[in-house]
C-alpha cells in the first residue's frame, strides 16, 4: 500500500504565521513530511521567505 505524503504548507500557516519559525515548528509537532515554501532573494542580497513572486 503506499503511504500519503503530507506537507506542511508555509508550515502549519493556519496555526500561526505562515513562513515562520513557530509554523513550521508547529508542523513538524502535527506530523508532516516535509514543509513547502519560497525563499526569495531581495535587491540587497537578503534571502526571506515569502510565498509571493511580488511584493508590488
Known sequence: MNKTIVWGHRGAGFRDVENSMA???KAVDMGVDGIKTEAQLSKDGE???CFQQSLR
Do not use: A, G, T, Y
Open 23 to 25: 509554523s513550521f515548528k
Open 47 to 49: 534571502i526571506f521567505l
